[in-house]
């Protein structure tokens, strides 16, 4: 749909990951529109935190990578994190933005390439969703190069 890749950001809890983004980058790995934002645990992160990730900061997709519930450093912090996805997708559709947008990865400690993954799954996506579109006040395109929710 659009040339450009979109912007992807990804919460990922600090169990999931040992790696920062910008060596897999380097790497050839990720493409630098994808941006990691590292928590102490995703149970953490509040709905409002996810619509900015978008409204605020440019993403066209979001993901959170958290331990898988059973496993949770944290007890209850994936199953919080995944509930409030699941709140943010409803959100996203009342807004009329594709819930797909956003997803909950539940993923194994201390492993990166489960996060890579979740990352590409959130690009994928993006090449059949495209960009989010900025509209001004008459439901029209603006001309605004950024994005909004």
Same mark, same amino acid.
């Given at each position: !749909?659009?040339?450009? =890749? +979109?912007?992807?950001?990804?919460?990922?809890? @600090?169990?999931? %990951?040992? /790696?920062?983004? &910008?060596?897999?980058?380097?790497?050839?790995i990720? =493409?630098?529109?994808?941006?990691?934002?590292?928590? *102490?645990c %995703? +149970?953490?992160?509040? /709905?409002? $935190?996810?619509?900015?990730?978008? *409204?605020?900061?440019? #993403?066209?997709?979001?993901?959170? #990578? +958290?331990?898988?519930?059973?496993e949770?450093?944290?007890?209850?912090?994936?199953?919080? #994190? $995944?509930?409030?996805?699941?709140? %943010?997708?409803?959100?996203?559709? &009342?807004?009329?933005?594709?819930?797909?947008?956003? &997803? !909950?990865?539940? /993923? =194994?400690?201390? &492993? %990166?390439? =489960?996060?890579?993954?979740?990352?590409?799954? !959130?690009? $994928?996506?993006?090449?059949?969703?495209?960009?989010?579109?900025?509209?001004? $006040? @008459? @439901?029209?395109? +603006?001309?605004?190069?950024?994005?909004?929710?």
């Amino acid at each position: !749909m659009s040339d450009r =890749p +979109g912007k992807v950001i990804g919460f990922c809890c @600090n169990y999931t %990951t040992q /790696v920062t983004e &910008e060596p897999l980058k380097e790497a050839g790995i990720l =493409p630098e529109s994808v941006e990691f934002k590292r928590l *102490s645990c %995703t +149970g953490k992160l509040e /709905v409002s $935190s996810l619509l900015a990730a978008f *409204s605020r900061h440019g #993403a066209d997709a979001v993901f959170v #990578a +958290g331990c898988p519930e059973e496993e949770c450093h944290n007890f209850s912090g994936s199953r919080r #994190a $995944s509930k409030r996805v699941k709140y %943010t997708k409803q959100i996203l559709s &009342e807004l009329g933005i594709e819930p797909e947008r956003i &997803e !909950m990865f539940f /993923v =194994p400690r201390q &492993e %990166t390439e =489960p996060v890579v993954k979740a990352a590409k799954e !959130m690009l $994928s996506r993006l090449e059949k969703l495209g960009p989010i579109i900025k509209k001004d $006040s @008459n @439901n029209k395109e +603006g001309n605004d190069s950024g994005k909004a929710a």
